[in-house]
């Protein structure tokens, strides 16, 4: 088998293969129904857009992978190994002497068209998160990226690993030196034995994206390949915007070294605390301790303690550590080895990113997708139901019309014309209420939500957040800013469950009076979101302990860290509003549904006693119109259930994956 048949066998690859293809059907199937929701109109048009915006989502969706740990525990090697070895060179630099200086987000190519976009280090001086510099593109260089000639790509990727000579005062602004008056004595003149006296030696580049035509890439991963944990102390967002969004981290320790104390502090402040993400843990190069002079028993035996060891030490099974050799892996790769590939351990770690983290994200998504589909479902399901109940009533008094005298349907019309008028006084004044009902949303469940309330929260806890110079006080004033988010969050919980009940008498009202289908709407849950808050709350308080070192070094840390948590704090609240006022929408909408239904049903039935009033020979012709609306609707309920049931089997199917 060649080596590219080998590659394109990967479990990883198969797996990834197989969770895109399930995505694509998903995705078909959300568009599907989406048609299906607007072409039977019985829901409001929000929920279509739902549909249509989930798709979106799902379409665009990947697996992120960021591999963390040291420097020198060989990160960049394993990638090119896992990932890249079908090049049949290394793709990252990761040579003696070489390693990657900044974060790299590697993704699949737009249109195919590989390149390299690199941000200057220069932009830390900017208040302004990673995450929306990448939406500004005259921020980036942009190199081409030549995949078919291996000199220039290895020429192109080599800026990933570029430093550059600057003066201290420079290297002070943008945050990489300590201030003067915290530098110690002896090293107040720095002297960099590559730059001179009073220069430093920086990368060149904050953060890299590189676009790449490759299957792995195009199946729907995303490899972050971080520059060595101790950046995080000096770049907050690399902490908040690569591993907190990753689904996966894969944690690097040295096989020759072990657990050190860096490794266990980085575990267990950043890694281990996630619940969201899965972590595999790997023992690399563990071809340091392969020795011609000894029995393969006892290396055996010796890996299997280092497995040991640092699972005690980390405080997890043995089966979540994996001993590997990146650089063995490769060579075995590109030779085609299938012994030595198999001796260093890659093999091990392929099955277990398939059997492991692929079936983790099947599992996310499922469940990002199962609410609004099977309520969407269900929904249209209870409201074909209701009109088929209606309809049969109808039948039943039709038929029952037969078979009393032409004197009692004067009657039945008076009756039914005294219903509508009352029905539409009812209805009018129901109207004049909403008014209140959209004041009291308002009042009660938007205004504590507002976004200009929380920017003065914001501005508050900055300038607040600026004044502390204690690690203690910077704690404090996370938690206090948290403690005045959850207040809001809790006026709104309490605003809403005033809104639904105010909502809820009103047309309980109606619906007693005229036998008006229960009002289905699903209440807003602000309960689920208000626990959201308060992970996010003890996270960041964990984080505002760690940045004692941002607090002794440069004030702009400690601000760069606080607009972090303060905008993802904000867009959360905002979002919540946002999702808050489709609620009010959507059940505003639903209720008008009802209505209206039930006032174009009860005319229907007066047109239809009236025309009997005046023959009692359309009694038969009335039957045969109801029998048809009928069969109408059952088309439609099968056509729902026809169309509906691919895509409620593929959230039930468990995600095999590839042995």
Not at 77 to 99: C, H, K, V
Not at 266 to 285: C, G, P, T
Not at 519 to 524: G, H, I, K
Request: one cysteine or more.
């Amino acid at each position: 088998m060649s080596l590219e048949q080998s590659i394109t066998r990967s479990p990883i690859l198969e797996g990834l293969s197989a969770l895109n293809r399930w995505r694509q059907d998903l995705v078909s199937g959300l568009h599907e129904m989406a048609a299906l929701t607007a072409d039977l109109g019985l829901l409001p048009s929000g929920t279509m857009l739902q549909l249509e915006t989930l798709a979106y989502d799902t379409e665009q969706d990947s697996l992120r992978i960021a591999f963390v740990g040291e420097f020198s525990r060989g990160k960049t090697e394993l990638i090119n190994a896992l990932f890249f070895s079908d090049m049949g060179q290394r793709l990252l630099p990761s040579s003696s002497g070489q390693t990657t200086m900044c974060p790299v987000e590697i993704r699949g190519a737009p249109q195919g068209r590989p390149g390299l976009q690199l941000l200057p280090i220069a932009s830390r001086s900017l208040d302004v998160s990673i995450e929306k510099l990448k939406k500004a593109g005259s921020a980036w260089r942009k190199f081409p990226l030549s995949v078919a000639d291996k000199k220039e790509r290895s020429e192109s990727l080599a800026h990933l690993t570029e430093t550059v000579c600057v003066a201290v005062e420079d290297a002070r602004r943008i945050g990489l030196c300590p201030p003067l008056n915290r530098t110690p004595k002896n090293r107040e003149r720095t002297v960099c034995p590559s730059c001179g006296l009073g220069k430093v030696l920086i990368p060149r580049w904050r953060h890299a994206i590189l676009y790449l035509a490759h299957p792995v890439l195009d199946a729907g991963l995303t490899v972050l390949d971080t520059p060595g944990l101790n950046a995080i102390g000096a770049e907050p967002e690399l902490t908040f915007s690569m591993l907190a969004d990753a689904d996966a981290i894969v944690f690097l320790l040295g096989a020759d070294t072990g657990v050190t104390q860096s490794d266990l502090m980085i575990w267990d402040q950043y890694l281990m605390r996630n619940a969201h993400q899965k972590q595999i843990v790997l023992l690399n190069k563990i071809d340091t301790l392969w020795d011609e002079l000894r029995e393969e028993d006892d290396i055996q035996q010796e890996i299997t303690q280092q497995v040991a060891n640092t699972a005690t030490r980390l405080r997890i099974s043995p089966d979540q550590v994996i001993p590997v050799s990146g650089q063995k892996g490769l060579v075995a790769r590109i030779r085609q080895d299938a012994e030595l590939l198999e001796r260093s351990g890659l093999a091990a770690l392929e099955r277990s990113i398939a059997e492991v983290l692929l079936p983790a994200r099947h599992e996310t998504i499922k469940e990002k997708c199962r609410m609004l589909i099977e309520r969407a479902v269900l929904d249209q399901k209870n409201m074909l139901q209701d009109q088929r109940h209606r309809l049969l009533a109808q039948m039943d008094s039709v038929q029952s019309l037969k078979d009393r005298t032409a004197e009692k349907i004067p009657k039945l019309v008076a009756q039914h014309q005294i219903l509508l008028k009352n029905f539409e006084q009812d209805r009018q004044a129901f109207e004049e209420k909403k008014a209140r009902f959209r004041q009291a949303v308002e009042e009660l469940l938007l205004i504590p939500l507002a976004p200009n309330t929380f920017d003065l929260v914001i501005s508050n806890a900055k300038a607040e957040m600026l004044s502390a110079w204690t690690t203690a006080g910077i704690v404090e004033r996370f938690r206090q800013f948290f403690s005045e988010a959850v207040a809001h969050f809790d006026r709104a919980l309490e605003g809403a469950q005033q809104v639904s009940a105010m909502v809820a008498e009103e047309y309980q009202a109606l619906q007693k009076r005229y036998r008006l289908p229960p009002l289905r709407a699903v209440p807003y849950a602000m309960m689920p979101r208000r626990a959201e808050l308060m992970d996010m709350s003890e996270s960041y308080e964990r984080f505002g302990m760690m940045l004692e070192i941002a607090v002794n070094t440069q004030s702009s840390v400690v601000r760069k860290a606080f607009l972090t948590v303060a905008g993802r704090t904000r867009d959360f609240v905002v979002e919540t509003r946002r999702e808050a006022e489709n609620w009010v929408d959507e059940i505003m909408a639903v209720m008008n549904q009802q209505l209206q239904l039930f006032h174009q049903n009860a005319e229907e039935e007066l047109n239809s006693l009236q025309s009997i009033a005046t023959t009692m020979g359309n009694i038969d012709t009335r039957v045969q119109q109801l029998e048809q609306s009928l069969a109408e609707i059952q088309e439609q309920s099968d056509r729902l259930d026809r169309q509906s049931a691919p895509l409620l089997s593929l959230l039930r199917a468990p995600f095999r994956p590839v042995r």
